[in-house]
């Protein structure tokens, strides 16, 4: 998208990040309010690399611990046993439960880290004005957007079965500390994956 191509910016007008409506902006000075759904929109983001950069950094330091801290710890009235997410993985594949351990190794450890390392990307070839593989970064950048929807489910089945295992004194689940980092490594790559504008990938061109 060379020489001149047309952009939503030489047209005049700017897409809502909520509904995608394009609209000219009412003033010279934004931010502005979309017609549509009402949300805020603004011809371009507010720092969005400053913000970005510190998410990820935030999600990568609590990533560690989410994997090697107990998600949960199951109580019964001869003993105590803490659940890691790694310890899981194992767990299931020497009992000879692969698939779930398989699902468990992607879900939980190498989604979240993709994430990090594709935001990462993202950002470091914007930074340097990369022309290169505009529409696969794109592209890129729609696919974790809809991951980011899906990644609180780990989350969400450790409450469960902690709300489900209640009988207690015999028995019961409490969750751990190694959930709240993972709930922490979701949130951050989602307000990273917020906080960076897509547009500025075509800004090179």
């Known amino acids: 998208m060379r020489g001149g191509a047309p952009t939503a910016a030489r047209a005049g007008v700017v897409p809502c990040g909520t509904c995608g409506l394009l609209s000219r902006p009412a003033g010279a000075v934004g931010p502005w309010t979309c017609p549509r759904c009402g949300d805020r929109i603004a011809s371009r983001r507010e720092r969005p690399f400053q913000d970005a950069w510190a998410y990820i ?4 330091i609590c990533y560690l611990p989410a994997n090697t801290l107990p998600v949960m710890t199951t109580r019964t ?6 659940s890691t997410i790694i310890g899981g993985v194992v767990y299931f594949y020497e009992s000879g ?6 699902i468990i190794l992607v879900a939980s450890v190498i989604i ?6 594709s935001l990462a990307y993202l950002l470091a070839t914007t930074q340097r004005r990369s022309t290169a593989y505009n529409r696969e970064r794109a592209r890129l950048y729609r696919l974790l957007k809809v991951i980011g929807r899906w990644s609180m489910l780990d989350v969400f089945v450790v409450a469960f079965v902690v709300a489900l295992i209640q009988f207690q004194p015999f028995m019961s ?3 751990g500390t190694g959930v709240l980092f993972f709930a922490a490594v979701v949130i951050l790559t989602i307000f990273a994956a917020d906080s960076f504008d897509p547009r500025l990938i075509w800004d090179a061109d």
């Open 57 to 60: 950094v935030a999600a990568a």
């Open 77 to 82: 009235i001869k003993y105590e046993e803490p």
């Open 97 to 102: 439960s692969w698939f779930l351990a398989l």
């Open 112 to 117: 979240p880290l993709g994430k990090l390392a």
């Open 173 to 175: 689940v409490v969750p």
